[in-house]
């Protein structure tokens, strides 16, 4: 047997094995992270369902200094989109929507992403009151992924976990300054 047969068995091999192990990985997926904010449950609602305020705490938004930002509608409603269109390969092109608001405790948005893939993905903002001074904003971000691209689920905490976090712990502290 050549070398090239070896290869291309041993290529197909592990081509093999990925896709079974897509098979059994779940489609849909489901990340959550979470903070402590030192302020009151109403004033941490009224800071986070104003999507703008992303400009200064979303590392995303920050990573590119020449991201295109478009605004529609009225921010902090119903219906408010925010779309983006980068370069930068981690940022690329696509837009958000508020699709649901529950006054001083929840927020739900989707997430079209059009560049590097297609996907539409969503963000649950849940608050609780810790105290009159203390809130926990719990972030779930929910998808679902075609096979055999559902095998990305299994990475999906490394992929985009640390800046899901680092995006609370942004927003903390500008909440916190204010």
């Known amino acids: 047997m ?42 941490v609602y009224n800071y986070m369902k104003m999507i703008r305020n992303q400009e200064h705490y979303s590392v995303w938004v920050m990573k590119d200094p020449n991201i295109k930002l478009v605004y529609t ?11 983006w269109e980068s370069n930068d390969k981690n940022v690329g092109i696509g837009e958000q929507e508020i699709i649901k608001l529950s006054e001083g405790e929840s927020m739900d948005v989707e997430i ?18 810790i105290s009159d001074v203390q809130t926990k904003l719990v972030q779930a971000f929910t998808g679902s992924s075609k096979y055999p691209m559902n095998i990305m689920n299994l990475f999906m905490d490394s992929l ?12 903390k502290d500008n909440i916190e300054k204010l």
């Open 2 to 43: 050549s070398i090239i047969n070896t290869i291309l068995l041993v290529l197909a091999c592990i081509l093999l094995v990925l896709l079974i192990v897509a098979a059994l990985v779940k489609k849909d997926f489901r990340l959550e992270k979470q903070v402590v904010i030192n302020k009151p449950k109403q004033q």
């Open 160 to 171: 985009v976990g640390k800046a899901m976090q680092q995006n609370l712990e942004n927003l």
């Open 112 to 129: 079209r992403f059009q560049k590097p893939f297609v996907a539409t993905n969503y963000a649950h903002n849940e608050l609780t009151a």
């Open 73 to 83: 509608g009225t921010d902090g409603t119903v219906g408010f989109k925010s779309a």
